[in-house]
């Protein structure tokens, strides 16, 4: 009888000390903060080719990665937003003004930079920013875009433009 008190005596031990070792290694659940800081799209203004000083919306803009589905539009904006590879060094994007209009005009924009990851925790993984950004617009026959100017070499967030366009 007192074997089996001493054998539950160190049973309630033994339970109580693998609870407290399990207990100690359980976290919170990884749940990246609403608000934490995303991979970045690069940021596009337009401009007017004449004025490049002044804003100017591109007529029913749609845009399409390469093989990929439509990105945007067709819209009439000003601004855009796209997002670029995380796993390779160039984006290439068909920009179409007056989509499925009889003016309608495609150029080819080819996007180069460095891929940068970051670590930011392990609920929320990486984010990727992205150096050296440079663009070219790939010459045709007709090209709308008449030029890209770098505003900001590296992409790390959407506050600002990073490039700028004229046509």
């Known amino acids: 009888m007192l074997r089996k008190k001493k054998m539950n005596h160190i049973q309630k ?3 109580l000390a693998v609870f407290i070792l399990v207990a100690q290694g ?3 659940d990884d749940i990246c903060p609403e608000g934490t800081e995303t991979t970045p ?3 596009i203004e337009f ?3 004449e004025d490049p000083s002044q804003l100017k919306a591109v007529q029913n803009l749609l845009v399409q990665a390469d093989g990929e589905e439509v990105f945007l539009g067709p819209e009439t904006v000003n601004k855009i937003t796209i997002p670029l590879k995380t796993n390779e060094g160039v984006t290439e994007y068909r920009f179409i003004r007056n989509s499925g209009r009889s003016t309608e005009n495609e150029d080819r924009i080819s996007f180069s930079y460095d891929p940068a990851p970051e670590y930011l925790n ?3 993984g990486f984010k990727v920013n992205f150096e050296n950004i440079d663009a070219n617009t790939l010459p045709d026959e007709d090209n709308w875009i008449v030029s890209e100017v770098i505003l900001q070499e590296n ?4 506050t600002e433009a990073h490039i700028s366009i004229t046509h």
């Open 41 to 43: 799209l690069l940021v």
């Open 47 to 49: 401009y007017d080719a």
């Open 26 to 28: 359980c976290q919170k």
């Open 13 to 15: 031990w033994l339970f």
């Open 122 to 124: 392990r609920a929320c």
């Open 155 to 158: 992409v790390e967030n959407e």
